[in-house]
Nanobody
């Protein structure tokens, strides 16, 4: 059974950092792209970042580029999202997504195509 469990969120002040974790099980992480999304109250789901399974360049939304870094440890079945210089507009529930097919790349995953499984999310609140 495919499972993704996010953690690491919290209440922080503007300028602070957080590292989110997405622990996966039920599939071989090294064969799949993994995307991070977020949803703020009253807003649509927003693309944040995507980790390529191979040597491909990670994708970042313009709003987080230069501040967020995505990485993975396939041996630990975990994908990380390190977030620096957090801003109030980064507030939301962050969740990770794996596609159904290992052929699905970040471009397709982030477009909403083949949204396979996702976790319950972790709340990030940035407020002074």
């Amino acid at each position: 059974q495919v499972q993704l469990v996010e953690s690491g969120g919290g209440l922080v002040q503007p300028g602070d950092s957080l590292r989110l974790s997405c622990v996966t099980s039920g599939f071989t992480l090294q064969h799949y792209e993994i995307g991070w999304f977020r949803r703020a109250p009253g807003k649509e789901r927003e693309v944040v970042s995507c980790s390529s399974k191979g040597e491909g360049t990670p994708f970042y939304a313009d709003s987080v580029k230069g501040r967020f870094t995505i990485s993975r440890d396939n041996n630990k079945n975990t994908v990380y999202l390190h977030m620096d210089n957090l801003k109030p507009e980064d507030t939301g529930v962050y969740f990770c997504v794996v596609p159904r097919s290992y052929y699905t790349d970040c471009r397709l995953l982030l477009s909403g195509t083949d949204f396979g499984s996702w976790g319950q999310g972790t709340q990030v609140t940035v407020s002074s």
